[in-house]
């Protein structure tokens, strides 16, 4: 029996391995620009969507607006994921892969700066 | 560095174009600011809003049509500013008396010690929770490290904690703040609180506050229930263990009048129906029982600083144990199997109310609860009947002394009501506490890395006089990595000697005692250091913490003076707890949780005139508890392996004193317990598979003279590990929020 827990504990740190590496396959991406707003609306949706058929990475953030989805190609599909983003009562206008990078990126900058400018008011 | 500057100076136009309000939201913390992240922000009437980050600032697009913003938080005071135009605002918002002890929690993390706090403290909250089978508070420290549990007994079921390495009773047990399960809940109170009403726990250790009374020698745990105008709507949880247990939980959130007034509903019963005795002595291992619990607790809240909350609670519960042949119904007698019932019924109220003053300097709370508690029982041929009634309540007045909130000052009274009817063998008796108190404690916070504070009360106790408890707490943080805490403090407690140790009637030796109501008093005194590191971009926590205990008078369970009794008398000679405990907390790999930890105990106590190790605490306990989830938390494995140590068993006195040489029966061995979860989430529920002891270790023997339980050597009460074997279960819970 006290080898159960060593399986138990092999098992565990396998897995979280094991993830890393098989990413990719049949993998399908998808990204969106939504009209989330709040956090609360970002909590909503991410609890809502991640448990979409298929969904195995997801993002959601409501300062750049927008959402990222990983999921299994066989599935589900682009179309589907975003009527479920408009069930929610959300927008979901499809981006493309480097537009959703360029947003986020846009928007940590925003952050950033806004960092900086309450040190030169102080 | 100017360069950037313009070049940002130049860039803003560019981000800013919408109309952005922007601001900084802080938390008044015993008169200080401190930035406040995670404070939800957003306009009033819409769902438009953001949340504050590190340094407590914020930005929110503005419509024409937004004015007033909404600033709200766990812990602190809603509060609503009215908005013109677009100059940067600059917010305090007021910690909430009620949930005065909350701070901000991690996210992720299931449990963390507070670098704030200045007493020692672990908190607890859902995720945590969620980690073990968790059916009520007694279950919910499997995968602590500080708080050990243990059965006291073979056949009753009933479970005690320790902290420190000393009894759960020299632990204050407080429910939202307030003291709570003691005198006849004392022995079955931990499976009173049911784990899915339970929103998060806050151990801390040491001498605790004086606001929250004389008691807390060793500590003090808290338990908050589900707030009524929390997100969750309905929450539905059922568990089935494979031993027959079956048990259901139920609450429900209503807002009655907008965000004003809520009301939240609660549901427990439990059921164990199945006769199980895996070791083969005849004796059930944990008895059959059944438990009903109902709570209505209601919640006001105006928004601009009164507050009140009230409640009730309903608990009805039945134990049958000892003998697989007893069956309900059957008359305690020696010609009859040995039986155990246990009937507990149980009435809670409470009332709490807080003002805070328009100029946010000064606050006033009251807190007070009620119970009665009813018990009848026998255990074979003794019975045991009581019913205590028991008021508290508690007026707290807490007042900055100056502008910046450098020293603050709370001041009180309290009351306790407390009147025992017991009756045992033939002894009819009766006792009532009034105690009166006053109290004081100054805090001292110059700044975030140091905090002072010290209290003093004095309380006038109808049956011991007055006595005066004075206590104070240190913390200081070094560097960013360093925090120390040190604290010392003296304790009281009535020791209620026959409702307190009544599971000590599984035994043929009879209880004897001089006094049925005594005052223990002792010191303690603990020293803490706690470090946080950043390795490989991953928080590393380190805790290093100290405690001792001296008794001055204690009550001291003797089993070994006397062949025919179990005696409980006050101590005469030394008595003390040492503590030493280590955890390190780690994410070695990503969503990948490590807890690793040691505790030392040396507990030591004079009985029958000698200085000896108390029996049946283990030397010591390691624990190792890993947590990982998969990507998006679809699934969680848990795992928990405790080590714990040997220790001493009290040993049988024999008439002729010719003590059988230190044998093996004088002495445990060290022993290990694992125990295994899997969660399988889903978009409204979750279901949830695993085993308890998965190992199936045993205590062996645990029922002594099992063959005769009506004869000499009948003992079900010296029990050190589990009595019960592998436990798997199966759960699933159900939550639906507001939206």
């Known amino acids: ?122 | 560095m100017k360069i950037l500057g313009i070049v940002l100076l130049m860039s803003l136009p560019f981000v800013t174009f919408s109309q952005v309000l922007e601001g900084t939201v802080y938390g008044n913390e015993d008169g200080e600011k401190q930035p406040l992240p995670g404070v939800n922000i957003y306009w009033q009437g819409t769902n438009r809003g953001v949340a504050s980050v590190g340094d407590g600032s914020f930005k929110i697009k503005k419509g024409p049509r937004d004015h007033m913003l909404v600033f709200s938080f766990v812990g602190y005071e809603h509060q609503e500013i009215h908005v013109h135009d677009l100059d940067p605002v600059e917010v305090i918002l007021e910690p909430n008396i009620e949930l005065g002890e909350v701070k901000v929690v991690h996210k992720n993390r299931g449990t963390y010690l507070s670098a704030i706090d200045p007493i020692q403290t672990e908190r607890i909250n859902g995720a945590e929770l969620h980690k073990a089978a968790c059916c009520n508070l007694a279950e919910s420290f499997e995968t602590n490290p500080s708080v050990d549990v243990s059965y006291s007994d073979a056949v009753t079921g009933a479970k005690q904690i320790r902290l420190l390495g000393l009894e759960g009773t020299y632990s204050l047990l407080q429910i939202e703040n307030m003291p709570n399960l003691r005198g006849l809940a004392t022995n079955f109170g931990l499976t009173y609180v049911p784990g899915p009403w339970m929103e998060s726990i806050q151990i801390s250790k040491g001498a605790a506050s004086v606001l929250n009374g004389y008691e807390s020698i060793a500590g003090q745990i808290n338990a908050e229930y589900k707030k009524p105008d929390a997100d969750e709507k309905l929450f539905l949880n059922t568990f089935f263990g494979a031993s027959g247990r079956l048990e259901f939980n139920g609450n429900g959130n209503i807002r009655v009048y907008k965000d004003v007034l809520s009301t939240g509903i609660f549901v427990h019963a439990s059921d164990q129906s199945k006769k199980n005795d895996e070791s083969g002595n005849g004796f059930l291992d944990e008895p059959l029982s059944r438990q009903i619990q109902v709570m209505n607790r209601w919640k006001y809240n105006n928004h601009k600083g009164y507050m009140a909350q009230a409640g009730f609670n309903v608990l009805t519960e039945d134990r049958l144990g000892g003998q697989t042949a007893f069956e309900r119904g059957m008359e305690p007698l020696i010609t009859n199997p040995y039986g155990i019932n246990i009937e507990n019924d149980r009435l809670e109220g409470f009332f709490k109310t807080g003002y805070v003053w328009p100029n946010q300097r000064t606050a006033l709370a009251w807190m007070s609860n009620f119970s009665r508690h009813e018990t009848r029982s026998f255990y074979g041929l003794n019975h045991y009947d009581a019913d205590e009634t028991r008021f508290y309540a508690n007026a707290v007045l807490t007042r900055d002394l100056d502008k910046s909130g450098a020293h603050s000052l709370n001041a009180g009274v309290s009351f306790i009501y407390d009147s025992f009817n017991e009756s045992l063998y033939d002894n009819k008796m009766e006792h009532k506490e009034q105690v009166p108190g006053v109290f004081a404690e100054y805090t001292l916070k110059p700044s975030d890395h140091f905090t002072f504070m010290t209290g003093i009360r004095a309380d006038f106790h109808n049956l011991f006089g007055t006595f005066v408890t004075p206590r104070m707490h240190l913390r200081y943080m070094i560097n960013d990595h360093v925090t120390i805490r040190a604290n010392a403090g003296r304790g009281y407690r009535t020791a209620n000697v026959i409702s307190e140790n009544n599971y000590l009637l599984a035994s043929s030796r009879e209880l004897k005692w001089i006094e049925n109501v005594f005052q223990e008093k002792a010191w303690n005194y603990g020293l803490a250091l706690v470090q946080k590191y950043t390795l490989w971009e991953r928080e590393l926590q380190l805790n290093a913490e100290y405690f001792r205990t001296d008794f001055q008078t204690q009550l001291v369970v003797d089993r070994e003076t006397s062949a025919s009794n179990i005696i409980l008398a006050p101590l005469d000679g030394k008595s003390y707890s040492n503590s030493l405990q280590f955890d390190v907390r780690y994410e070695p790999v990503e969503r990948l949780d490590i807890l690793v930890a040691y505790r030392h105990n040396d507990v030591k106590q004079t009985i029958a005139g000698r200085l000896m190790e108390k029996p049946l605490i283990s030397r010591y306990k390691g624990l190792i508890n890993l947590n990982y989830t998969t990507n998006l938390k679809k699934w969680m494995f848990d795992y928990t392996v405790q080590f714990n140590g040997g220790g001493r068993i009290a040993r049988y006195p024999t008439e002729n004193l010719s003590i059988a040489s230190a044998s093996d029966d004088d002495e445990f061995s060290p022993y290990t317990v694992m125990n295994a979860q899997v969660t399988k989430y889903f978009r409204y529920w979750n279901i949830y598979l695993g085993a308890e002891n998965f190992t199936d270790f045993k205590q062996k023997n645990p029922v002594a003279g099992a063959d005769d339980p009506f004869g000499p050597r009948f003992d079900a009460t010296n029990v050190w590990g589990p009595i019960k074997g592998r436990r798997v279960y199966l759960g699933l819970r159900f939550s639906l929020n507001h939206q």
Do not use: P, W
Not at chain 1, 9 to 19: K, M, N
Not at chain 1, 79 to 105: N, P
């Open chain 1, 1 to 122: 029996m006290k080898k159960l827990g060593l399986v138990f504990l092999v098992l565990i740190l396998a897995g979280s391995f094991s993830e890393t590496a098989a990413q990719k396959k049949g993998r399908a991406v998808v990204c969106f620009q939504s009209d989330m707003d709040c956090t609360n609306c970002e909590q909503t949706l991410y609890e809502y969507l991640k448990f979409e058929k298929g969904v195995k990475d997801l993002k959601v953030d409501h300062a750049s607006n927008t959402i990222f989805i990983e999921y299994a190609e066989k599935k589900n599909d682009d179309k589907s994921i975003a009527q479920a983003i408009e069930k929610k009562g959300y927008k979901a206008q499809k981006i493309t892969k480097k537009e959703y990078d360029e947003l986020v990126e846009h928007s940590k900058e925003h952050g950033h700066e806004h960092g900086h400018e309450v040190h030169r008011e102080r």
